[in-house]
């Protein structure tokens, strides 16, 4: 780990943000809309114990690969492996050598060991770091900013610690973090401005990025560019989902949203291609806050909408929905991430 450099961390005072992450577990009702998420906490919330997130422990473990996204609210944040947003405390001032926060504050924000975690690309190796926390342990610092998650974010994309007590902030100051513009272009699912992330636009089930590297986003056949995802509307279905290409987007009612899983593995891959991540801002007519990348159990990346795996069907051409209905189990996808049962 490298040693730091003195920054100063300003104290801001931010506004309270509602954000929706994941609207909730378990299959939504046909043509249901998104739940938001919890109202985020005011600035007088205590940092008494919060119950443990769904999923297990996830948000004590490893950060392990460094994400970055530019929240419309918040600018810049960093998230861990796994999508859950990293915090951090102005209280720890502007070049801690340990954490201001221990007892009941560590159990509401659980430190981010330093172990196992990877910088996002585009950063330079210095800005990664660690503090040493009381009990000898080694919490992961950025830009001499040890990093925490939130135990009431519940759910990956969720930013309900942003502003608690004016002292936690999800954003990332970008005159303390050097070569945070670049590193967001080059982060999948980025979104610096002016272009869309490297995977943008890409077949996760190939790994091809059909042209996105140079931040462009594939013709589809027959019609001009479109978003990674933007919607349609279909003469029998009403308003969907399509990708950049102009396919209709489904989901496999198999599929859980949290934890977030997917039950189309094997086979079933020959017929159904897992969705290609896109960057938030490459999406026109849904909420980029729905927008949330996957880990397949193959290692592949694949695109959610509200946490729901989302994939094409082969056999589909841009403007079919050919796979609607099929074994009763996939369905095309409305704005908000619920089934489209018609």
Not at 63 to 87: E, H, K, M, R
Not at 109 to 130: C, I, K, N, Q, R
Not at 266 to 275: D, F, Q, S, V, Y
């Amino acid at each position: 780990m490298a040693t730091w450099r003195s920054m100063a961390v300003a104290l801001a005072t931010a506004t309270v943000l509602l954000t929706a992450g994941c609207s909730g577990s378990g299959a939504k009702e046909e043509g249901a809309a998104a739940s938001t998420a919890p109202s985020a906490p005011t600035g007088q919330e205590s940092l008494a114990a919060a119950p443990p997130a769904p999923g297990g422990d996830s948000r004590n473990g490893p950060a392990g690969q460094l994400a970055l996204a530019n929240d419309p609210n918040l600018g810049p944040i960093v998230t861990d492996s796994t999508g859950f947003t990293l915090y951090r405390f102005t209280t720890d001032g502007p070049s801690p050598t340990k954490s201001a926060c221990e007892g009941d504050c560590a159990t509401a924000w659980p430190p981010v060991p330093a172990d196992g975690a990877v910088l996002p690309a585009g950063l330079d190796a210095s800005l990664m770091g660690s503090v040493t926390r009381a009990d000898g342990s080694k919490q992961l610092a950025l830009a001499g900013m040890p990093l925490y998650r939130f135990a009431k974010d519940a759910k990956p994309g969720q930013v309900s610690g942003d502003g608690v007590g004016g002292v936690w902030f999800a954003g990332l100051p970008k005159d303390k973090v050097p070569g945070l513009d670049a590193a967001l272009g080059a982060a999948p699912g980025g979104t610096a401005p002016g272009g869309a992330g490297p995977e943008a636009g890409g077949d996760a089930e190939t790994g091809a990025d059909d042209g996105a590297a140079e931040g462009k986003t594939p013709a589809p056949e027959g019609g001009g560019a479109l978003p990674g995802l933007s919607t349609v509307q279909d003469p029998e279905l009403g308003e969907i989902v399509v990708d950049a290409k102009g396919r209709t987007l489904y989901r496999f009612t198999k599929d859980t949203d949290w934890p977030m899983t997917t039950a189309c593995t094997g086979a079933c891959l020959e017929k159904w291609k897992p969705a290609a991540l896109v960057a938030k801002n490459d999406v026109k007519g849904i909420d980029p806050k729905l927008v949330i990348p996957f880990d397949r159990p193959d290692g592949k990346k694949q695109q959610t909408l509200d946490c729901w795996p989302l994939y094409w069907f082969t056999g589909d051409k841009p403007g079919e929905i050919n796979g609607q209905g099929v074994g009763g189990t996939w369905f095309a996808v409305a704005p908000d991430g619920s089934l489209i049962k018609k």
